[in-house]
């Protein structure tokens, strides 16, 4: 006897009969607004956008697919820069075969929820940037202007136009990094060496903080063979640490930032911008200093929008826990249709038990993997 309300054959001939296009409009639209309904934007309006490639056997017949070069860190090699690569790194590359996840995630300053906004998905060779502007006028357009309040992106969605445009119409502030290149970033490491630019300091705390619950199964203690083990294990690498057989552990990292504020030399972005001027504590030199661009017009300090960009590590981590944990890639059929119906559903339902959980007030397991979650959860 079947253990769900539907077959699952009969599922997948309504997935399969229900175009791509539509149904990410529809994700991106009347699902928006039910979550508005229910409440489950949080007021401070932070959004995230970014692209993730979704890797697939290499198989032609995965329709819309593109078949792109990667190297070990599974970074695109463009045909530029393969030409500079030795023959030794040529060697880790490799050719796979690709789609692109364009994303929308909301979440509040604690990251105590995460939900997916908006999706697209497209060819692996498609440029993510004038996607996610799409999706940006597509969600105003739904759900009004008010909702997304700031948006956190990096430098791949350098657009001064589609800044521009998000700020004056739609009320949106954007904190976006910015390349070393530009003329806006060269401007700003020439008025930082001026007298009355002050520096401030701050620490980078963990992309993500411990979740505080004990690990173990039950919440009980760990037998007594184990917490021997484990306390064998702990001497053993502070000897080795103490010998220098391993890297000692790292001090939270100390940065130091300043912003210069009104900046106008980028031409095609016809608001003034603030660009955080950011480097380690011990580059006095600033030849590895980088760069935040960001609208908002009400803060003084660089520790805010340095603190509000680190936020974007957040979206990285549902990548991770989408792909590792949920088998958003685990495709068993080579039709796009049946490949956006996996993507979208498997977001839609990451995205309500996300709710669910915030609302049971266990907020703290939202950053939990799923395995993590199931193991939680399984005595409630």
């Avoid at 529809?26 to 699902?31: A, L, Q």
């Avoid at 001064?160 to 949106?172: D, P, S």
């Avoid at 608001?271 to 003084?300: F, H």
């Amino acid at each position: 006897p079947r253990q769900t309300p539907c077959d699952s054959d009969f599922l997948r001939k309504i997935a399969k009969d229900t175009e791509a296009d539509k149904l990410m409009a529809w994700f991106n639209g009347p699902v928006q607004q039910i979550f508005r309904k229910h409440r489950y934007f949080d007021k401070t309006g932070i959004f995230m956008g970014d692209g993730s490639y979704i890797f697939v056997p290499d198989n032609e017949n995965y329709e819309g697919s593109a078949k792109m070069l990667f190297d070990e860190h599974n970074h695109p090699v463009g045909k530029k820069q393969e030409k500079k690569l030795s023959a030794a790194q040529l060697k880790k590359c490799q050719w796979r075969r690709c789609y692109k996840m364009i994303s929308l995630l909301h979440t509040n300053e604690n990251g105590d929820f995460f939900l997916y906004a908006g999706m697209r998905i497209v060819p692996g060779n498609a440029h993510e940037c004038p996607v996610l502007w799409e999706m940006i006028d597509e969600f105003v357009a739904v759900m009004g202007k008010g909702v997304m309040k700031d948006l956190i992106l990096d430098r791949g969605f350098l657009d001064g136009e589609a800044i521009a445009k998000v700020k004056t119409k739609y009320g949106i502030d954007v904190t976006i990094g910015v390349k070393r290149n530009m003329n806006v970033f060269e401007d700003a490491l020439g008025l930082v060496n001026l007298p009355e630019v002050q520096w401030e300091s701050y620490t980078r705390e963990r992309s993500e903080p411990p979740v505080p619950f004990k690990r173990h199964y039950r919440d009980v203690p760990r037998p007594e063979h184990i917490e021997k083990r484990e306390a064998a294990r702990q001497r053993t690498l502070d000897e080795q640490r103490a010998a220098g057989e391993r890297p000692p552990l790292k001090e939270p990292e100390q940065i130091m930032m300043t912003r210069i504020k009104d900046l106008t030399t980028w031409s095609s972005c016809s608001v003034p911008l603030d660009l955080v001027v950011c480097r380690n504590s011990q580059d006095e030199s600033l030849d590895e200093a980088w760069g935040i661009l960001s609208t908002a017009r009400d803060e003084l300090q660089a520790v805010p929008a340095g603190r509000r960009y680190h936020l974007r590590v957040h979206i990285e981590e549902r990548h991770r826990h989408l792909k590792c944990f949920w088998d958003l890639a685990e495709f068993t059929s080579t039709c796009f249709d049946l490949v956006v119906n996996q993507i979208v559903f498997t977001a839609l339902t990451y995205s309500l038990l996300q709710q669910q959980i915030l609302r049971q007030a266990c907020k703290a397991l939202n950053k939990a993997s799923k395995s993590r979650l199931m193991e939680k959860l399984t005595p409630v």
